[in-house]
């Protein structure tokens, strides 16, 4: 199994970014997925997650309306489409499986002017 995120990096307060995590070695459509994320110095926290066939979502209290989840099967892929983000969005994003428990290696997004 391996998932691997792409899409941080620096933007300013109120910027956007896409994150990617594609996924290999198991069967994708199979599961749902989540995206947490790890600000500096703090624990990891659950940010989304999205049902196998991508018709449930949910978020964390802290990001509804901040962000919006989705997934493509059709190429492996979840996404993290982040809006109008401000300093505390500062934090490495992960990917996991639900249910199997793998986690991508995390991107590094930094909100900063």
């Known amino acids: 199994v391996q998932l691997v995120e792409s899409g941080g990096g620096l933007v300013q307060p109120g910027g956007s970014l896409r994150l990617s995590c594609v996924a290999s070695g198991f069967i994708f459509s199979g599961f749902g997925m989540s995206w947490y994320r790890q600000p500096p110095g703090k624990e990891r926290e659950l940010v989304a997650t999205v049902s196998s066939a991508g018709g449930v979502t949910n978020y964390a209290d802290t990001m509804k309306g901040r962000c919006i989840t989705s997934r493509d099967n059709t190429k492996n892929t979840i996404y993290l489409q982040m809006n109008n983000l401000n300093t505390e969005g500062t934090a490495v994003y992960y990917c996991?499986?639900?249910?199997?428990?793998?986690w991508g290696q995390g991107t590094q997004v930094i909100v900063s002017s």
């Open positions: 996991k499986t639900n249910i199997l428990g793998y």
